[in-house]
């Protein structure tokens, strides 16, 4: 994989900035190291809130997969919905809702990406951003350990880090 993969020109439209969050998400999964138990059934990415991302993944999910497993996409309306998933996406409209989420999820292996300005010091492990019209995202590392997850040091260079 080449860097350009994970940075790439901010277009205008929802719709096609969401398709280039779904190939960010997609290609997170081959930077993080998930514990061997996660490497079983299928690959879930939660999203929580109202996110036109839903879309983008579904259709990448009909036709890709998680190294061996396939994934799904499961929709959360509220933190009380949420269920085990390695992804959980929180968008925009639930922002306010982040510290639950995190609290709800601290005993699983969970990466938590959002896309609020500060949301990856205050818990998010993945935080997306646009620098110079270019989408980019944020990395804290020491938040996706706190999960039990390992980052590729390839991802790291990648992002610009967070702590």
Request: contains cysteine; positive net charge.
């Amino acid at each position: 994989m080449l860097a350009n993969d994970l940075v790439a020109q901010v277009p205008d439209g929802n719709a096609a900035n969401s398709k280039i969050k779904a190939i960010f998400l997609y290609n997170f999964t081959k930077y993080i190291e998930w514990p061997a138990s996660y490497k079983q059934g299928e690959f879930v990415i939660g999203i929580l809130g109202s996110s036109p991302l839903v879309t983008e993944l579904e259709k990448m999910a009909l036709k890709s997969k998680v190294g061996t497993q396939s994934f799904v996409i499961k929709k959360f309306k509220d933190v009380s919905d949420i269920t085990s998933c390695h992804m959980l996406y929180i968008s925009n409209s639930k922002t306010g809702s982040m510290e639950a989420a995190i609290n709800k999820l601290k005993k699983t292996s969970t990466l938590v990406i959002s896309e609020c300005g500060g949301c990856a010091k205050k818990g998010s492990a993945i935080n997306f951003v646009s620098v110079d019209n270019k989408q980019r995202f944020e990395l804290n590392k020491t938040n996706a350990g706190k999960f039990g997850l390992q980052v590729s040091s390839n991802l790291a260079t990648l992002a610009i880090m967070v702590d």
